[in-house]
């Protein structure tokens, strides 16, 4: 059973860090692309960082660039995004995604609420 579970997400300060990981389970990360999305209230969701699994090349928005790193945990099977620097505009909630081929998989989301 194909299952995507984000953890990590909670309230930090601006300025500050914080990591998020996404556990996959029922296939490898390395063979998908994975991604983070963010959705905060009354906005669209929008892509935040992707890793794709044929070279381990990424990108990223505009808005989190040299701030955001993602990574691919072979061993684990995870994916993470280190956040860093963060800013109150950051706050939403953010969703894991795996795509290959006709295959799209969505985790349940984390809410990261930046805020002092």
């Known amino acids: 059973q194909v299952q995507l579970v984000e953890s990590g997400g909670g309230l930090v300060q601006p300025g500050g860090s914080l990591r998020l990981s996404c556990a996959a389970s029922?296939?490898?990360?390395?063979?998908?692309?994975m991604s983070w999305y963010r959705q905060a209230p009354g906005k669209e969701r929008e892509l935040v960082a992707r890793?794709?699994?044929?070279?381990?090349?990424?990108d990223y928005a505009d808005s989190v660039k040299e701030r955001f790193i993602i990574s691919a945990d072979k061993a684990k099977n995870t994916v993470d995004l280190q956040m860093n620097s963060v800013k109150p505009e950051d706050t939403a909630v953010y969703y894991c995604?795996?795509?290959?081929?006709?295959?799209?998989?969505w985790g349940q989301g984390t809410q990261v609420t930046v805020s002092s």
């Open positions: 995604k795996a795509v290959r081929l006709w295959r799209t998989y």
């Open positions: 890793i794709f699994g044929t070279d381990g090349s990424t």
């Open positions: 029922g296939f490898t990360v390395s063979t998908y692309t």
